[in-house]
Nanobody, 123 residues
């Protein structure tokens, strides 16, 4: 089973950009679907984007379409989330998660989670 560590969060002004990274341990990273989720204070965790094991399928929440890009580098055991045109409503703790091909979009199918990284967008 992989272990996940996110990085790249921080404070940014509205309209700015951040790139999140999620490094995975273990030799089976390429077998996992990977997703980025976020949870804002007082709100439920929601999926932001997801990517299949070989990147032939991706999913974006409506809130992320056109602004965020998910990608992965299986040689580096890393998945990324490039976030552009950030808005204050993007403020949340961002988590990466993995599942071994059980499903791309269903949050309940993800069974490995990172510890999260805070993203704060100021207006």
């Amino acid at each position: 089973q992989v272990q996940l560590v996110e990085s790249g969060g921080g404070l940014v002004q509205a309209g700015g950009s951040l790139k999140l990274s999620c490094a995975a341990s273990g030799r089976t990273f390429s077998f996992y679907y990977m997703g980025w989720f976020r949870q804002a204070p007082g709100k439920e965790r929601e999926i932001v984007a997801a990517i299949s094991w070989n990147a032939d399928s991706t999913y974006y929440a409506d809130s992320a379409k056109g602004r965020f890009t998910i990608s992965r580098d299986n040689a580096k055991n890393t998945v990324y989330l490039q976030m552009n045109s950030l808005k204050p409503e993007d403020t949340a703790v961002y988590y990466c998660a993995a599942n071994m091909g059980r499903g791309l979009v269903d949050t309940s199918k993800y069974d490995v989670w990172g510890q999260g990284t805070q993203v704060t967008v100021s207006s």
